[in-house]
């Protein structure tokens, strides 16, 4: 893939943080459904013959009606000595974890003709799968599966191929397989939109991935363009982040794995898709560390999940010229506040102003102490990189 080439002149990526503290059971405050503990296995996969996907004009992915946040990872199975079982394997780690989704690349003879069989194994674990590389005599035999979420049509479209060509080819995919969702990746920069790539697919993800390549507060800014430009043509926003090492480079650290994700979600992303479980660069398998890092964030994003897709989302601070990025979220499960700091070498001072909000303050994750709240009055001071996350109201 060539996103690994592309991604040194454009991108971002990053976190910090603690493990989920709270979890949420029962009905929410007037009778709001409660946030799951995981997003996976998906309920709806694992009892369905079938499965329609859709998505809204605000970019949320719908699985039979039902608002949906995909959350995964690439995976090439043929990669540095990756087998079909193994991905069949992996699927079931996923799941456990806490992951509804895997982006696959089936590009020899055997993925493709086996590929049925890798569905049926999704679907016993509740995992979605968004593919690339299969041909039209396969989407005519697999295309209507309950566990495909969708087909990828490019990979690096801006660089790749015309905004008309994804057009071509998302009419061919919707032509066979019309219950299911068409996507793209590409790599928006701060002087580039890239917006004539949104509204010819029906997903669009954008690649951040600074570590080790950029400053990581380039991934709040640049997918902050990405959800507008997505709302604009009524496209689904999709952040790819980093799990990958560049050449020689570190991986992310925990802390830049999850300032990363913190910023994309807070920017308004309507799915996550990390690069990768398992490809040329990485295998999360031989890496514990950061794949416990990213199940800790599979637990907390289940629970901000009704927030993120049925919400209302306000910016508090901007992240720009030393600010932190701060964001109010207003939605079904009760409301967040969430704050990070972008820079990985100096601290930065939250003060911000509530209106409007129920009282409480009950920290989710990161450190509860770094903020406190005084009336509609928040501050405090967070340490390079740190994320923190609270529930604002009573249960």
Known sequence: MWKRLIASALLVGTVSGCALITQVTGAGRGGAPAAPARLAPDPTLLSRPSTEIGHRPDGTVLVEGRPFFPLGFYHVSWAGGGTIQGRREDLRRLSEAGFNLMVTEPINDRDVSDFEQTLNAAQQ???YVLSYGLGDAAVRRVGHHPAVLGFKLADDSNALVRPEEVRRRH???KALSPEKLTYISLSVAYDRPETAYFGVSDMVGNQSYPVGNDDIAVTYRVMRSAVQSALARRSVPVANLQTFAWGDGPL????ELRNMTYQALMAGVKGIVYYAYRSSE?????EPRLWRAAGTLAGEIAQLSPALLDGERQEL?????????VVLLRGRGGNFLLALNNSRTKAQTVRVSLSGVPGGWQALAGQGSALTRRGGQVSGQLAPLQVVAYRLGGR
Do not use: I, K, M, Y
């Not at 992310?252 to 802390?255: G, M, N, Q, Y």
């Not at 601070?317 to 990025?325: E, I, L, T, Y």
């Open 171 to 173: 009419a061919q995919f």
């Open 252 to 255: 992310p650290t925990e802390a």
């Open 282 to 286: 990485v295998d999360l398998s031989r």
């Open 317 to 325: 601070s901007d992240g720009n010229a030393g600010r932190p990025v």
């Open 125 to 127: 674990q509740g995992v």
